[in-house]
Each structure stands twice: as structure tokens, then as C-alpha cells.
């Protein structure tokens, strides 16, 4: 279950990724930029709406195609049948019935799932035609009958609990917040984050607008905001503080607690992930730094994120982003926000009690985070594929190979005999074991890169 659960938080990137664009088009629609109004402002709008007007489509599509292996088109087709027929049939038992991202996320990971399952299956000859990946999109519809029936009947239930959650978390104001802000840190270790986030950036709370004249209802923290909701952007507003100033903050504290001779190459490393933080939001590069050299700062991290968020809160900023909170998403939509100014002296706050605690934690501790990692030069070798699979046991000993972002993520048939040092000597910043058949190294940002490199040599060996 959580191997599953790893895979959906980064089948989950896949649709992710298009929001940067239906929100810049959304942006573009508002009619309040030079050369951009009227008919042309009408497009956009309509262009980037049709985007998060369909996100349980988005969702399903992206999951199953994130799911299946080898990402075949053919799970990703049996992701958009299945959520139009999932859809179809519970509205036609009740039409009431809103099921938001959550059908997408079902169904796409039953999609991906009957994939991998039944996409080499053989059939009687008369009915060989419907074998193999054709058969997918068959068993995905069938199978979506059923969910769609027991949505119908059911999921008012479970709509009630996710009510009472979201209820409890808006009642509990800042605190609620500071929760989410902290879990959100915590679960990146794990790759869970990103379910966490699908609840609250794109279920919780809803909002009625009206479109074409008709009355449309968004869900969600991200999709609200999105939709002109001024009470929305509470789950990402305190996000710029940390991304923007508090991490790169942390990374000057660093860099300054690193030996003098060691500077110059340090430097070189903390000012690109630290810079790639501030303007894009993207954090792993940083965190992943010294995720596993010192958990504790890990953990600073998360407490003063959830403070970030609570003391956003407080000020009564929301401020949204189709990414990540980082300075391209803070220029694009300062004028949709409210309040995002007051994110600038709010951000300086948080960047000295970033640096302080940072700094005083790491020299308290006497932590030593670059002490054990080697030049980088030394892991850009040719041969850098051939020496993972081999730190891996061999072709023998791999059963599949992925990535996500700043990870391989390897099964393989036992990983008991591999050791933690080979990776750290080919440039590894961290290993994880959530079991026996499953090892996930932390790379930083070429992890994709090197997977693709595996992935050819293991065809070719």
C-alpha cells in the first residue's frame, strides 16, 4: 500500500504540471493587461477554464498514464473512458452527486492499474483483435460501470466525511493551517505530499460562480482562487514566504557553517538550488540537501512552514499559484491575490528566523552536511548508468526502473545486500528503503535523467 501510495503522489505530477498554463491563461483572461482584453482576454479565460473545469478528466488521464508501465498512451485512454463513464452513470442515479478530482484519482489509478495487469493479455483467437493494450480501455469501462453505481448510492457518504474534514480544519483557523503547512514538509521524504495537497488545493471548500451564464461550482483551495473566490489561497499563500526567502535563507546558513576551503564548491551548489527556490518555487533540490545528513533541520523546516502559512493567515493574504509558490507565480498573479505585498515584509521576518534557527541548529549539532558528499565531477562519467545498476545488484537483481524529480525510484528483487556507500560514492544524498523489493536513492535533479541512462543500458545488455 504505500509503494502504491508512492506511486500515485507522483503519477499525481503528470496533471500537475499543465495547471502552470491554465493558470497563466486564466491570468491573461482577466482583461486587466495592456493589448490583451476584449475578445482576445475572452479566449484566454475560456482556454485556461476548459482546463480546471475538467481536472477529474485531467486527473485520471495523467494518473493512469503516470501508473502504467512504461507510461503507455493506452492506460492514459482508458483513464479518460473510465472517468467519462464513471461520471455519467453516477449523475444519472443521482444527480447530485459531485465527486470533484476524487473520480479522476480513482479511476486513474484503477486504469493504470488494469494496465499493467491485462495489457499483455491473450484472448481466443476470434476475439484476438481485443487482446493486449486494447483490451484496457475495455476493462476500464466496465469496471468504471461499477464505480459510477457505487458512487451513486454511496458517495454522498463519504462526501459527508470529507465535509466534516474540511469543516474541522476551517474551524480550527491558523492551527488548522499550521497542520497542513507541517505535514505538507513532513511527507516529502515519503512522496506523499501531493495526495495531500490534491485534498486541499482541489477539494476542500467550494465556491458558485457563474460561466456562460450558468452557475459553475469550484472545489478546492487552488481551483477557487482561480476562480475569482477572495477567500481562497489560504493553503498557499504562506508558501512564498518559505519558498521565496525562508529556504534560501536557510541556504546562506549553510553555506556559512561549511569549512572555508570547502566554500567556493558549496557555494556554487547552494546558491543554484537556492536561486531555483526562490524564483520557481521547486524545493526538493534544497531540501534533499540535507534531508538525511540532518533530519532535525528537516524538521525546523516543516515547524516554521506551518508557521509561514499561519502567520499568512493571520494577515489576511491569499495569494494562489498555478506552479509553486515562487517569484514567476508571484509576479503573474500578484493582482489576483489580496494583500501580496504584505508577502515581502512577511518574507524578510521569516528569512532571519530562517537563517537564525537554521544557523544555530546546524552549529549546535555540529551538523556536517556536505561533509560525505563527493565532486560532482566524479559522477559525470559515461559510465554513471552502468555503475548504478551495478551499486544495484545487476540487470538480474532489477525489476523496474523510474523516477520522480530528485529520485530513482528502483524495484528490485532484494535489496538487503545493497549498500548505502556504492550511492553516496556515485553522488546519492540519501537512500530509502520502504521495503524489502524497494529502494528509492535521492540524486537531486538529475535523477530523471540518470533513470532514462539506466533504462537504455539495460535494453542494451
Known amino acids: 500500500m504505500f509503494n502504491l501510495l508512492q506511486k500515485i503522489g507522483k503519477a ?9 498554463v491554465a493558470a497563466l ?3 491573461l483572461g482577466f482583461g486587466d493587461i495592456p493589448m490583451i482584453d476584449g475578445q482576445i482576454a475572452s479566449i484566454m479565460k475560456s482556454a485556461g477554464d476548459a ?6 478528466l485531467l486527473f485520471g488521464i495523467g494518473i493512469a498514464y503516470g501508473l502504467a508501465k512504461n507510461n503507455d498512451g493506452a492506460a492514459a485512454l482508458a483513464g479518460a473512458i473510465g472517468v467519462l463513464i464513471a461520471k455519467a452513470v453516477y449523475i444519472s442515479i443521482d444527480k447530485d452527486v459531485n465527486m470533484g478530482v476524487f473520480v479522476g484519482i480513482i479511476i486513474g489509478v484503477l486504469a493504470g492499474l488494469l494496465y499493467n495487469r491485462f495489457h499483455d493479455i491473450k484472448l481466443p483467437e476470434f476475439l484476438g483483435f481485443f487482446g493486449g493494450k486494447r483490451f484496457v480501455p475495455i476493462v476500464t469501462a466496465l469496471s468504471a460501470i461499477v464505480v459510477g453505481v457505487l458512487a451513486g448510492y454511496f458517495w454522498h457518504y ?5 465535509d466534516a474534514f474540511s469543516n474541522a480544519i ?10 497542513y503547512g507541517v505535514l505538507n514538509r513532513l511527507l516529502i521524504p515519503l512522496g506523499l505530499h501531493h495526495i495531500l495537497n490534491s485534498v486541499f488545493w482541489f477539494q476542500l471548500g467550494d465556491y458558485t460562480y457563474l460561466k456562460d451564464g450558468a452557475q459553475v461550482v469550484a472545489n478546492g483551495d487552488l481551483h477557487r482562487f482561480f476562480a475569482g473566490d477572495p477567500t481562497a489561497g489560504v493553503y498557499m499563500s504562506g508558501f512564498y514566504v518559505v519558498m521565496m526567502f525562508g529556504l534560501p535563507a536557510m541556504a546562506y546558513a549553510i553555506y556559512l557553517n561549511t569549512p572555508k576551503n570547502e566554500r567556493k564548491r558549496v557555494g556554487a551548489i547552494l546558491a543554484g538550488v537556492a536561486f531555483t527556490s526562490f524564483l520557481t518555487g521547486i524545493t526538493e533540490p534544497l531540501e534533499f540537501l540535507f534531508l538525511f545528513v540532518a533530519p532535525l533541520l528537516f524538521v525546523v523546516h516543516a515547524l516554521l512552514t506551518g508557521l ?3 502567520a499568512a493567515q493571520m494577515l489576511d493574504i491569499h495569494a494562489g499559484f498555478g506552479f509553486s509558490a515562487g517569484f514567476i507565480d508571484y509576479v503573474i498573479n500578484y493582482k489576483l491575490a489580496t494583500n501580496p505585498l504584505l508577502i515581502l515584509p512577511l518574507g524578510v521576518v521569516f528569512a532571519f528566523i530562517y537563517f537564525f534557527t537554521s544557523y544555530y541548529t546546524i552549529k549546535h549539532f555540529k ?3 556536505f561533509e560525505e558528499m563527493t565532486d560532482e565531477s566524479q559522477t559525470q562519467s559515461s559510465d554513471e548508468a552502468l555503475a548504478f545498476i551495478e551499486a544495484l545488484g545487476g540487470k538480474e537483481n ?3 526502473t523510474d523516477a520522480c524529480i530528485t529520485r530513482l525510484r528502483m524495484q528490485v528483487k532484494e535489496n538487503s545486500h545493497l549498500k548505502d556507500e556504492a550511492f553516496t560514492a556515485l553522488g546519492a544524498k540519501g537512500v530509502i528503503r520502504p521495503d524489502k523489493h524497494t529502494i528509492q536513492i535521492i540524486l537531486g535533479t538529475k535523477a530523471e535523467s540518470v533513470a532514462e541512462d539506466m533504462k537504455l543500458a539495460l535494453k542494451k545488455s
Open 158 to 162: 463519504a462526501q459527508a466525511g470529507i
Open 51 to 56: 482546463i480546471f473545469s475538467h481536472l477529474d
Open 12 to 20: 499525481l505530477m503528470t496533471p500537475i504540471a499543465v495547471l502552470p
Open 25 to 27: 491563461l486564466l491570468r
Open 367 to 369: 551538523f556536517k552536511i
Open 170 to 179: 476551517i474551524g480550527l483557523g491558523e492551527v488548522g493551517t499550521f497542520i
Open 308 to 310: 509561514a502559512l499561519a
Open 398 to 400: 532489477i525489476v523496474n
